[in-house]
């Protein structure tokens, strides 16, 4: 239990007890939104209807019983809210101290395990939400039967790329959000296992392989393919599948030739079927490259090609079992009477859809893993699929639930990006840019700096800077993408949180020589508001990431570490911290050390390093 956590529990208990019953509880307790209110308050509204008294009488009676001690030094009515005013050394103590001997483990818990939002049964039909004032609301649950939750072991379905295809920021925006997430819910108590399913034997596959060779003549000025390694022939079928989407649209021959590419391929027949092994191994180092830069890591990748035959079988059980039915020559599962339409799992020519090895997918994920919980992450153009394909896992008798997280779309300042038409902003594009605006802004301000530096603080910075723009808003708004406004070192940007931290490094540089003992530092000096809002910011972390990973909502984090920040430049600029006398700057460097173990620890939640100087 964590120093926050004791304080309010000490509150809660001396509310009931005064009033003779379980009646309130830690989690009514809120922050007021001006300290000269208090530092935890509660509103009376939901005790008044429980005891059918009006909020004064409620508060009149606890002011006139209430015990204080080393928690709580006063307390004060405010309308029907009743504010406590807490000690402040021993806040600043205890909060410090829990800091200093956690460190990067600061602010792990146990809420995905106890949250009371986490013990209903049945799939949410969509994470649960915070209101306007913060408090936290389930969603409505299906009707479906699923195990108690607790002890949790999720498994979390991201970066579904497809190979011969290009990886751009779009794809950026999933792999971020599903890192987060894994690193949320691991940090909450849960165990989170990330596993990448790869789509490398659809349409799209055909249609670049059937262009490759004419690109290949076309475009690369005699170069040939083999002058490249495997990561940048990846690369390079992302280039040629949006060539061939061009062409084909202009040649009316085309499609029909295609959709034999796919026939031969799926039937792992002929010289097609040989290409295609050959070059869904490029796609998978470009992949792989990605992944290194990002520093994302996989239990496990599946693939496609992997589970369609499986998926046949399966389709041919749920024929059996009436789940599915022929059609004109198709196979399809008819959901009209869910409201959810029609499913096609095999088309008339023979050929499967990705519904197909997705049936496969969820019974290999259930085999080894035995989830209670199984979440896929993709755009919000999925969600009518995947409602449909978890009705159809819950047909068949699936014991997992499943939930489906959609996040809208990346677009440019210029518009809406296209795979198929080339608008789009490639990661290898986007990284190259971000490093070379990086670096040129390194050289300028450190001279001193070697090569090796500069290379090492631009990538910290400008990865950091595309992953925080895809997450610190709602998965549900659209990210319009701006690399000078991601780059700025004001305003809402990984850069403005890096540097605060980095300033922080600064004046711990000026003290290297110095070892500062918490159990030594006098905290009664840290007595400024601006002291005691910072404390108490670092104190409610652990609250911070539960609620993230109830809300599955990574820019609950992205907020937090921003304010804090925010928070902590304010401090700098307006209070003394070397200049002060010997007791006074001992506290507020452990106050400061404090402040940037936990910007560190929240950055890294959201997969952003940080960076000593910049």
């Known amino acids: ?51 059918g008294k009006a909020p004064n009488e409620i508060s009149e009676q606890i002011l006139n019983n209430i015990k204080y001690g080393e928690v709580i030094i006063g ?11 807490l000690d402040k050394k021993n806040l600043a103590e205890n909060v410090i101290a829990e800091i200093d001997e956690a460190k990067e483990k600061f602010g792990q818990n146990d809420s995905i395990l106890t949250h009371p939002l986490r013990q209903a049964q049945g799939r949410p039909s969509a994470p649960p939400k915070a209101d306007e004032g913060g408090a936290i609301h389930p969603s409505p649950l299906g009707s479906a039967q699923g195990r108690q939750e607790g002890n949790k072991k999720i498994v979390l379905e991201f970066s579904n790329g497809n190979t011969h295809k290009e990886f751009h920021i779009g794809h950026l925006r999933n792999i971020c959000y ?9 940090a909450g108590g849960a165990d989170a296992i990330p596993v990448s399913y790869i789509n490398d034997f659809g349409i799209h596959v055909a ?53 034999g590419w796919k ?82 799992f095999v088309r008339s020519n023979g050929t499967a ?32 699929y995947f409602k449909q394909l978890f009705k159809i896992l819950e047909l068949s008798g ?21 795979s198929r038409t080339g608008n789009v902003i490639t990661y290898q594009e986007l990284k190259e840019e971000l490093l070379a605006k990086c670096e040129a802004e390194a050289k300028k301000r450190h001279e001193d700096w070697d090569e090796e530096k500069i290379k090492s603080n631009a990538l910290k910075i400008g990865l950091g800077a595309a992953k925080f723009e895809m997450l610190k808003v709602g998965a549900k708004s659209i990210i319009t993408f701006d690399i000078e406004k991601a780059l700025a070192l004001e305003g809402y940007t990984s850069a403005y949180i890096q540097y605060a931290y980095a300033r922080i490094q600064s004046i711990m540089r000026k003290i290297k020589n110095e070892k500062l003992k918490i159990k030594n530092i006098d905290f009664t000096k840290l007595s400024e508001i601006k002291e005691i809002e910072l404390i108490k910011k670092l104190a409610i972390y652990p609250e911070i990431i539960s609620r993230a990973g109830v809300e599955y909502d990574p820019s609950v984090i992205a907020k937090y570490v921003y304010e804090l920040a925010q928070l902590l430049n304010d401090y700098y600029h307006s209070v003394p911290v070397l200049q002060a006398e010997e007791e006074t ?30």
């Open 75 to 85: 307390a004060k009515a405010a309308g029907p809210y009743l504010n406590f005013f």
């Open 398 to 418: 699936a014991k997992e639930k499943f939930l489906h997280l959609g996040y809208d779309f990346v677009k440019l300042p210029s518009g809406m990006m296209s």
């Open 207 to 259: 249609k670049t392989l059937w262009d490759l060779d004419a690109y290949v003549k076309e475009n690369l000025n005699g170069k040939k393919l083999d002058d490249f390694s495997e990561a940048e022939k990846g690369f390079l079928l992302g280039k040629i599948y949006v060539d061939a989407s061009t062409k084909e649209k202009n040649d009316p021959t085309a499609t029909p030739i295609i959709g």
């Open 1 to 51: 239990m964590n120093a926050w956590e004791k304080i309010k529990l000490e509150i809660v208990a001396n509310i009931n007890s005064i009033l003779g019953a379980e009646l309130a509880s830690a989690d009514d307790l809120i922050i007021p939104p001006n300290p000269e209110f208090g530092d935890l308050g509660i509103a009376l509204f939901g005790l008044a209807k429980k005891l």
């Open 178 to 186: 599903g890192d987060s997430l894994v690193k949320i819910l691991n």
């Open 263 to 344: 026939q031969k391929i799926e039937a792992r027949q002929g010289e097609e079927y040989a290409l295609w092994q050959k070059t869904r191994l490029w796609s998978i180092a470009n992949f792989a490259a990605v992944y290194a830069d990002l520093g994302i890591k996989f239990q496990d990748t599946l693939y496609e090609s992997e589970l369609v035959d499986e998926g046949k079988k399966i389709v041919e059980e749920l024929l059996a079992k009436n789940i599915l039915k022929k059609s004109e020559g198709a196979i399809i599962a008819d959901l009209s009477d869910y409201k959810l339409d029609v499913l096609v």
């Open 585 to 614: 700057k001992n506290a507020r460097l452990a106050l400061l050390s404090s402040v940037a173990q936990v910007i560190k620890n929240g950055l890294g939640l959201l997969g952003i390093e940080t960076v000593d100087e910049m």
């Open 353 to 384: 859809t990705y519904s197909v090895a997705d049936l496969a997918l969820s019974r290999e994920k259930e085999r080894r893993y035995s989830p209670d919980e199984s979440i896929v992450l993709t755009d919000v153009r999925q969600e009518l």
